[in-house]
């Protein structure tokens, strides 16, 4: 795989904050020089107005300031815009100036008299350091990129590696694997990347076809997946292989095999252990090479001891099973995650994003992700369409992300992590289930818990 051209460097933009027309030009005029581009300030209030209109890659802001002083437009930028290099000047070196500029978020700081190779050398590093931090998460997606849209899988959790470990090591064998895992947590991406490595490990010229077993009607599933003689049925004008001679020596994919209704169970189960299939309508079987993966979110098992679902076709399918863990459970990849997925829609959409503001990510990690990465997926989109570049702010996140006024956004308190969840679920079930005796039965509460966590959540 051939690694793309990284995008081009834009010059970086520089504010410059300080009440002395002196120094406040003297540094203006001294970066434009060096090559960058470089607007000016002469008060705290003029600083926060700017940066609320563009994004700056530093500030130099003196500490002194009449009205809103440096320390308040350092708090001021780190709200607006956390990516933000903010270097503060001060006419008074001391230990105690510089602790408490660097705990309110300052990156650096410059001494009166300044010295203009001073300034130039210190932004110089902060902006290395962006740079590289750039050009790592541009390494990482470029390495990573599928061959097919979509077919990464990012994760670097024990949980997360335990599957692509288990993934590599059955890729090369013919065995069926089952794909566990909630609605949304990309079983299908799994199911692609087994097929890829497998392809590599003895090429064919097999195909990975993905049947979702939910969406096609059961009148017509045989057909699908066996195929049909021409005249078998009505509409029936033409003969049809189905998906496992279509596949070749391939891979089939059955997503939500669970649906599969009883019929079509003790069919696949011959499939599976005869290697053949028999079309609708015909009198002979047809051998087939295509190998299985089957993925869904039901507990199978369970299913079994109902009688909805076949014992000796789940043993068959349950060979080596995987089981993908939910996105709330792989926290710690979701910055990761995120940032591959905004950068495929910013891509599609050609809008330069960069990544989330520090507040969207917060919104992000301290959201419980019912839909998974799915859901995830379909929020960054969102946020490409309704944003503006460089980054996803909060307020273009869907609404049920950002945490109610006055809330903070990521909290470390497990008692209000849990009850966000809770009032964000509830509201989730009650969007689906209206009648809130149903919602309650599938809350597993009772209706009168139900109408008091309302009140209190003051959920829907």
């Known amino acids: 795989m051939s690694l793309r051209t990284p995008p081009p460097a834009q010059p970086a933009s520089i504010l410059v904050i300080d009440d002395e027309p002196v120094i406040r030009d003297t540094l203006a005029e001294f970066l ?140 090369p064998t013919p065995s069926t694997v089952l794909i566990l895992g909630e609605s949304g947590t990309g079983k299908d991406v799994v199911a692609r990347v087994i097929h890829r490595l497998a392809q590599a490990a003895k090429p064919t010229d097999g195909r990975f076809v993905p049947v979702n077993c939910a969406a096609i009607p059961h009148e017509l599933m045989e057909s699908q997946l066996f195929g049909h003689r021409k005249g078998a049925f009505t509409g029936a004008d033409r003969d049809s292989p189905g998906v496992f001679v279509h596949a070749g020596a391939g891979t089939v994919f059955l997503d939500e095999v669970g649906e599969l209704p009883l019929t079509t169970q003790a069919k696949l189960l011959r499939t599976i252990e005869q290697k053949e299939v028999l079309p609708v309508g015909a009198s002979e079987p047809v051998k087939v090479q295509a190998r299985i993966l089957a ?33 709330r459970d792989r926290r710690d990849d979701l910055p990761e995650l995120a940032a591959f997925l905004l950068a495929r829609h910013a891509e599609a959409a050609g809008k330069p994003f960069t990544g989330l503001s520090h507040e969207a990510m917060q919104a992000a990690l301290a959201y419980p992700w019912p839909g998974n990465v799915r859901e995830l997926d379909n929020a960054l989109q969102r946020a490409v369409i309704l944003g503006e570049p460089p980054l996803v702010l909060p307020e273009d996140l869907p609404p049920n992300l950002t945490p109610p006024a006055g809330e903070p956004a990521g909290t470390d308190d497990l008692r209000v992590a849990v009850a966000r969840f809770e009032r964000q679920y509830i509201a989730r079930v009650l969007e689906h289930t209206p009648d809130k005796r149903e919602a309650a039965r599938r809350l597993g509460i009772s209706l009168s818990s139900l109408y008091r966590k309302i009140e209190e959540g003051e959920a829907p």
Request: with cysteine; proline share 3%; hydrophobic share 45%.
């Open 295 to 327: 993925a869904t979110n039901k507990n199978l098992e369970k299913e079994a001891a109902a009688g909805r679902f076949r014992q000796d076709l789940f043993f068959r399918l349950n060979v080596v099973s995987l089981t993908l863990p939910p996105l």
């Open 32 to 171: 434009r020089g060096e090559g960058y581009a470089v607007a000016a300030a002469e008060s705290g209030e003029r600083a926060v107005e700017l940066a609320s209109a563009r994004r700056f890659d530093v500030a130099l802001c003196d500490v002194n300031l009449p009205g809103m002083d440096g320390l308040d437009v350092l708090d001021r930028l780190a709200a607006l815009c956390p990516e933000t290099f903010v270097i503060l000047i001060t006419a008074y070196a001391t230990v105690e100036t510089a602790v408490e500029a660097f705990q309110k978020g300052a990156h650096d700081y410059l001494v009166k008299p300044i010295l203009l190779h001073d300034v130039h050398a210190k932004i110089a590093r902060l902006l290395r350091q962006r740079d590289l931090y750039r050009e790592n998460q541009w390494l990482r997606r470029e390495l990573n990129r599928g061959a097919e849209a979509g077919e990464l899988v990012v994760g670097r959790t024990p949980a997360m590696k335990r599957v692509m470990d288990l993934a590599r090591r059955v890729a």
